[in-house]
Nanobody, 124 residues
Framework: QVQLVESGGGLVQAGGSLRLSCAASGRTFSDYAMAWFRQAPGKERDFVAAISRNGGSTYYADSVKGRFTISRDNAKNTVYLQMNSLKPEDTAVYYC?????????????????WGQGTQVTVSS
């Protein structure tokens, strides 16, 4: 089992920045590819970004490319999502997820472990 706990969400004005963190415990963190997803009210859970086990590869949704950066610190068992130039349409609950297979995928179904989510609200 892997336990994931997100933090860092909050209320920010459009154009502002937030950094989300996701702390992992329970298994060897570096054995897992990690990803961030988000879900707005009444909508499906959407892929945001993913990072490989060693951090050498990343992949982003087109909607956040150039504004968001995913990173990880395997010594701290933590994955981050730096969000800049935030827009009202970025408002959602943000979830981190872990996947034991190495490929970076965008479908929630292929991630085995999930955090409880953290709310991000961007005001216009």
């Amino acid at each position: 089992q892997v336990q994931l706990v997100e933090s860092g969400g909050g209320l920010v004005q459009a154009g502002g920045s937030l950094r989300l963190s996701c702390a992992a415990s329970g298994r060897t963190f570096s054995d897992y590819a990690m990803a961030w997803f988000r879900q707005a009210p009444g909508k499906e859970r959407d892929f945001v970004a993913a990072i490989s086990r060693n951090g050498g590869s990343t992949y982003y949704a087109d909607s956040v490319k150039g504004r968001f950066t995913i990173s990880r610190d395997n010594a701290k068992n933590t994955v981050y999502l730096q969000m800049n130039s935030l827009k009202p349409e970025d408002t959602a609950v943000y979830y981190c997820a872990a996947r034991s297979l190495p490929a970076l995928v965008t479908t929630p179904h292929y991630y085995e472990y999930w955090g409880q989510g953290t709310q991000v609200t961007v005001s216009s």
